[in-house]
């Protein structure tokens, strides 16, 4: 090959790396200067401000009811469907859910019978430090990620489904306290029969 054909070859290839570089390297300034998206706030349906629940009643429209509370010894205790003592663990988690029921949208005022709340499908009462809260739940949103639920204050959000679903278990299965199970007797243990 020719050396000049050679040397032409090794500027293009200068020339077009160059060209590559500062074309990035514009790229990348602009991506720099523009500001990064910023996320929308967390907004719960209870601020921290709130406080920790201390009585959570949850209603359905057919009928059943279930309702934990905190006694005098600050232990939690099923009220409804029948006065027993509480799990513990269950009632504790099922407050904590409470405190982070995460609001996914605000919609504006729809007709209360298009999401399902002229009958609420559920309804939840809570004891805060600061006083009671109502809010009662809709039906599923469209695609199925949230509740409608409409808070005491009129308001109309969609609550994330996980939160509420979490509350609703409490419907059909109340958090009774786990009973102590027999421990198995061994044959010595067990008296022999009378002698006939």
Do not use: C, H
């Not at 074309?23 to 349906?45: C, D, H, Q, S």
């Amino acid at each position: 090959m020719r050396r000049s054909t050679i040397l032409t070859l090794v500027l293009f290839g200068i020339v077009l790396a160059a060209g590559i570089y500062f074309n990035n390297r514009a790229k990348n300034a602009e991506v720099e200067a523009t500001p990064a998206a910023t996320l929308p706030p967390v907004e719960y349906l209870f601020p921290p401000a709130e406080g920790f629940p201390t009585r959570i009643r949850i209603e359905s429209k057919t009928g059943e009811v279930v309702e934990v509370a905190r006694n005098e010894e600050n232990a939690w205790a099923l009220i409804l469907p029948e006065k027993a003592e509480a799990d513990q663990a269950s009632s504790e988690a099922a407050a904590t859910q409470v405190t982070t029921m995460r609001i996914v949208e605000r919609v504006p005022n729809l007709p209360p019978e298009a999401v399902g709340l002229d009958v609420p499908e559920y309804t939840f009462t809570f004891q805060f430090p600061n006083g009671e809260r109502k809010v009662e739940v809709g039906v599923l949103t469209p695609t199925e990620s949230g509740y409608y639920v409409r808070g005491d204050d009129g308001s109309l959000v969609i609550i994330s489904r996980s939160a509420v679903d979490a509350l609703l278990g409490l419907l059909t299965t109340p958090p009774y306290a786990p009973t102590a199970t027999p421990t198995e007797t061994t044959a010595a243990e067990t008296p022999a029969p009378p002698a006939p």
